[in-house]
């Protein structure tokens, strides 16, 4: 039997759908890159934003017209889940070989009572992944070749298992990979957490110096109305944090623009937080009414085209946040995890992607393997991307 995966949305959902083909595979299924070759199609769907539930079900409606007698799942985090309870006894530990990095699930679910968020409604409560199956998970993946651990889950800051939190699974997760495989940690919400986790990432090595925060504002008056727990200087302390452990962190946000009731002066705070705080990677939304959250029914709606008018300015002030940065790398020696054997192409710690400066004879460039470190030199940029040229490869 032959089954083809169609992932949309975030990370954890990336960490599913892979833990579920590895489920497939362990009992014999073959994963085919084109769902006509498949005899099942699985869509693991994602609702954030209307336009992402709009692009899952254009897409599923696509797949219906074009294999209407093939058996289609979708699941995730969709309204609409359907014949999911064929994969309810697919094995949740097989070690998936689909990608340069292995991406770890640790928790599931969020207690957050934002009010623009539908998440809780799909994921439920926060449930964590027992500690100990977490690091065995972690070696597992190790020993299959991953030189990359991505560790994710729905809120991470909630990682509470018999008492041990998210920096302690953080510290003992490093401490399983050791010099053969990097950790890098998903989007993290700032919290009462996040500094102990700054310590946990500076006290290993080979912990990615990347910080992903779900910032979504920089307004104090827009986080009280979305609902959230920490205030505007929280971020702004946690941003210090991190650069003075770990010089030269490379820290991306998340952020939502024209949400209800906001303000240009409140658009200029988030504007003015992102130069700030020096944000170098950002995930910009344009606020999406979700049917059934408080803010859907909040008063002050923001037309569309200034909502993404705001979202492109902040984007714009993170892209050359993020220019600067890379040319800052240039002389430096980056490591990457191969992707692109080709290329000899890789994201960086800080992720940034790195490949072969093409200026380079081909019998003078230096091939590693997909899956494998290389250690590049950067001779130059393009945008934010880094050109470079190997100096050591394992």
């Not at 014949?83 to 957050?112: H, W």
């Not at 200026?359 to 050109?387: C, Q, W, Y």
């Amino acid at each position: 039997m032959k089954v083809r995966f169609e992932t949309f949305g975030c990370r954890l959902n990336r960490a599913e759908a892979l833990a579920m083909q590895a489920g497939f595979e362990s009992r014999g299924w073959e994963t085919v890159d084109h769902a006509r070759d498949a005899d099942l199609i699985v869509v693991r769907g994602c609702s954030v934003t209307g336009r992402a539930q709009r692009d899952c079900e254009k897409f599923i409606d696509m797949l219906k017209r074009s294999f209407p007698m093939k058996r289609l799942v979708v699941t995730g985090c969709m309204k609409e889940k359907k014949n999911e309870f064929i994969l309810k006894d697919v094995p949740k530990n097989e070690i998936p070989m689909a990608t340069s990095r292995a991406y770890l699930k640790v928790q599931d679910g969020c207690s957050g009572g934002c009010t623009f968020c539908t998440v809780p409604r799909f994921r439920g409560r926060p449930v964590s992944e027992p500690f100990e199956d977490v690091v065995e998970k972690a070696r597992r993946f190790i020993d299959a070749g991953y030189r990359e651990i991505v560790v994710t889950g729905c809120n991470l800051s909630l990682y509470d298992f018999q008492g041990r939190r998210f920096p302690d699974l953080v510290a003992a997760v490093a401490d399983a990979a050791g010099e053969n495989c990097r950790v890098r940690i998903g989007s993290l919400e700032p919290g009462e957490t996040t500094i102990e986790t700054l310590h946990a990432m500076a006290g290993h090595a080979n912990v990615c110096r990347h910080l992903h925060l779900a910032v979504q504002s920089g307004s104090q008056k827009i986080l009280k109305a979305m609902g959230r727990n920490y205030n505007v200087s929280d971020v702004e302390k946690i941003v210090a944090a991190a650069n003075e452990l770990m010089p030269g962190i490379a820290v991306g946000c998340d952020m939502i623009a024209g949400f209800p009731g906001e303000t240009v002066p409140d658009h200029y705070a988030s504007m003015s937080l992102a130069r700030k705080a020096g944000f170098v990677k950002g995930h910009i939304f344009k606020y999406s009414e979700r049917p059934g959250t408080p803010a859907a029914e909040f008063p002050g709606e923001i037309s569309g085209d200034i909502r993404s008018k705001r979202a492109h300015e902040i984007a714009g002030i993170i892209d050359a946040n993020r220019v600067n940065a890379a040319k800052k790398l240039v002389g430096q020696t980056v490591r990457i995890v191969v992707e692109d054997a080709s290329s000899t192409g890789g994201w960086t710690d800080g992720h940034f992607w790195c490949s072969r400066d093409m200026k380079l004879r081909p019998e003078n460039a230096i091939r590693i393997r997909r899956r494998e470190f290389a250690d590049m030199r950067v001779t130059g940029t393009s945008g934010h991307a880094l050109v470079g040229v190997v100096s050591v490869g394992r």
